[in-house]
């Protein structure tokens, strides 16, 4: 019978071959081959005078718990201490896009894995437009380019900016809005095409909390930055993205700020003729409370 006190995976780790761990993903993590020892987690009461012995490294952390290393051989033994409440083995870590992706069945349907009929090709996005309406975009970031350095963002309207009329590249707020200024793919190419501090002349919307930015590679980033390990889910679409006016004394933008953000992206979408997906992040708490009956 299994030790109750060893979470499951270590159990099922200390009764597989060395041949079948090997074979797996997570049966070895935390057991070192060559010196036959545990990394473990500890959840421990009582004092920590009990918890060591020979061959056996603690290091205690606050709460009860320690991570202790300790031979294989010496794991049964180690969990029948008084003091010893449960021993878990340790798990692996993943960069949280992949792993968010993966959690959520992404991965498998960019691959064509789990979709009949569809051979070996997966969802990629591509053909369909990504709208957010948030707290802007780097539109800097690799990320949110093709690549040969162009963007991928067709429309960028941030709700914030001043109009002005120059010359070269007049801006001013989209047609049939009276708020902030559009700034088309052209305009955001030529920016991307010069250093920073001069491509901001051009186009100077910023994303200053990040907020929009970090939603928008969630939902369509390239991977471009990170040699495709941080990939979004429709990492091949186009974007349009609505950065909301400029926040008032104690307060986000307003609703009527928002809904024109929407507006203004269902309008583009139509008159592409695509389909669209917007994400919004923004919130509120207002209305009833009651239960539905």
């Given at each position: 019978m299994a030790d109750q006190k060893i979470d499951n995976l270590l159990n099922l780790a200390m009764d597989s071959t060395p041949q079948e761990r090997e074979k797996s993903w997570n049966l070895n993590v935390g057991y070192d081959e060559a010196l036959q020892l545990w990394d473990v987690v500890v959840?421990?009461?009582?004092?920590?005078?009990?918890?060591?012995?020979?061959?056996?490294?603690?290091?205690?952390?606050?709460?009860?718990?320690?991570?202790?290393?300790?031979?294989?051989?010496?794991?049964?033994?180690?969990?029948?201490?008084?003091?010893?409440?449960?021993?878990?083995?340790?798990?692996?870590?993943?960069?949280?896009?992949?792993q968010a992706n993966f959690a959520s069945c992404i991965t498998p349907v960019q691959s064509g894995s789990v979709l009949p009929g569809m051979g070996d090709g997966g969802l990629s996005g591509r053909g369909i437009l990504i709208g957010i309406v948030d707290s802007g975009v780097d539109y800097r970031h690799r990320d949110f380019c093709n690549a040969d350095g162009t963007t991928r963002i067709l429309k960028l309207w941030d709700q914030s900016g001043v109009a002005e009329q120059?010359?070269?590249?007049?801006?001013?707020?989209?047609k049939g809005y009276a708020l902030g200024v559009e700034y088309t793919q052209d305009m955001i190419n030529a920016a991307l095409k010069l250093p920073a501090s001069e491509g901001y002349q051009i186009v100077p919307e910023r994303d200053f909390s990040g907020h929009g930015t970090s939603v928008l590679g969630i939902a369509a980033g390239n991977g471009r930055a990170s040699d495709g390990v941080n990939r979004g889910v429709a990492y091949e679409s186009d974007i349009i993205a609505v950065k909301l006016g400029i926040p008032r004394e104690n307060s986000f933008p307003r609703t009527t700020e928002l809904m024109q953000g929407i507006d203004y992206l269902v309008r583009q979408a139509l008159a592409l003729g695509r389909p669209m997906v917007i994400n919004i992040s923004f919130g509120n708490n207002y209305g009833s409370h009651e239960p539905c009956n």
């Open positions: 959840k421990y009461s009582g004092g920590e005078e009990g918890l060591s012995g020979e061959g056996i490294t603690v290091v205690p952390l606050l709460g009860g718990y320690a991570v202790v290393t300790l031979p294989e051989s010496a794991l049964e033994a180690y969990s029948e201490r008084t003091q010893i409440e449960f021993i878990e083995k340790p798990k692996r870590l993943y960069f949280s896009d992949y120059e010359q070269t590249w007049p801006r001013r707020p989209p």
